[in-house]
């Protein structure tokens, strides 16, 4: 088996689960959007998680860490990062910005871990986190996308909602992480069922005249996506460093825009394309800097032994 700290090239099986994950979240992000435009989004999100929970109830066994410490991180990464982006996917027109904009993720996790944690944020990382943000603005003030801008910064604070509890995450003990997945949607399941009976309209008759492939779409978001895709990243980091394979990631939302564009009626206009392509460069230069702040952690370590 390949240690986590070795430089050699990626095997063949690597290279697979990295095309397999971009591939599976970028068409979950469609996925959401179909399902959200014929079923209720805090429905969708519930219904995600309570079919997710079934196959991942043999990782619910004790012991279990403390709620107050585990709590707030399975409400920011169930029930409120996915309402907030199941309610953002409801309400837009177009795929491609808001997709675009939820890559934020990446650099606010560096924001907050430098503001939170204490950890090094250099200075290409500060100017990718200005340009990426600044891309989305720009993106946002294209006419075609102006319309999508409630849509596109409930993406924003979906992303932060991601960020803190990443980052909250890093301060707690250890939990397995697919166990960690079962908490999560132990937690999500209920809270977004409740919270669609009690604000969704109509739910029992949408989701009673959905067709076969909008429910296709949320059993893909549960099983491809929640278990399937975070297995094979937690399979790659057990395996390499987290630095070398998180960039790789960036060419998810080029799967879900594809998509768009091709399938789904998105417009491409150059300043969606420079906005959009401006927001992914910063995003790479925050984890490509955090990939050399960890490359330098590392060598300073391995000198003081």
Not at 158 to 182: C, D, E, F, I, Y
Not at 211 to 226: E, H, K, N, P, R
Not at 261 to 275: F, R
Request: hydrophobic share 60%; aromatic share 10%.
């Amino acid at each position: 088996m390949t240690s986590a700290t070795s430089k050699s090239p990626f095997l063949l099986s690597e290279w697979a689960a990295i095309a397999a994950i971009v591939l599976i979240w970028g068409v979950n992000n469609a996925a959401a959007k179909v399902a959200t435009g014929a079923l209720p989004p805090f429905f969708v999100g519930g219904v995600r998680f309570a079919i997710a929970l079934a196959v991942l109830i043999p990782f619910l066994r004790p012991p279990f860490p403390p709620l107050r410490q585990v709590g707030p991180i399975l409400l920011l990464l169930g029930p409120l990062h996915f309402g907030l982006i199941y309610y953002g996917f409801s309400i837009v027109k177009s795929l491609s910005p808001l997709v675009v904009a939820l890559q934020l993720w990446i650099p606010m996790t560096a924001f907050f871990a430098w503001r939170l944690l204490g950890e090094t944020m250099t200075r290409s990382g500060l100017a990718g986190m200005v340009v990426a943000f600044a891309g989305v603005a720009w993106m946002s003030l294209d006419p075609h996308a102006a319309g999508d801008l409630p849509g596109i910064l409930i993406g924003v604070l979906a992303s932060a909602m991601w960020a803190l509890g990443t980052v909250w995450v890093r301060r707690s003990p250890g939990v397995t992480p697919l166990k960690m997945q079962a908490l999560t949607s132990l937690v999500g399941a209920p809270a977004l069922l409740a919270a669609s009976f009690l604000v969704e309209d109509h739910v029992l008759a949408r989701a009673a005249t959905a067709g076969w492939m909008i429910w296709a779409t949320v059993v893909w978001a549960a099983l491809a996506s929640t278990v399937g895709a975070t297995a094979l990243l937690f399979w790659l980091v057990q395996r390499r460093e987290p630095g070398r394979v998180t960039p790789w990631f960036l060419l998810t939302p080029l799967v879900s825009c594809g998509i768009g564009i091709g399938l789904m009626g998105d417009q491409l206009t150059p300043q969606l394309a420079l906005g959009g392509g401006a927001t992914l460069v910063g995003v790479a230069l925050v984890a490509l800097s955090e990939r050399r702040a960890a490359a330098i952690a590392e060598s300073a370590a391995s000198a003081q032994l």
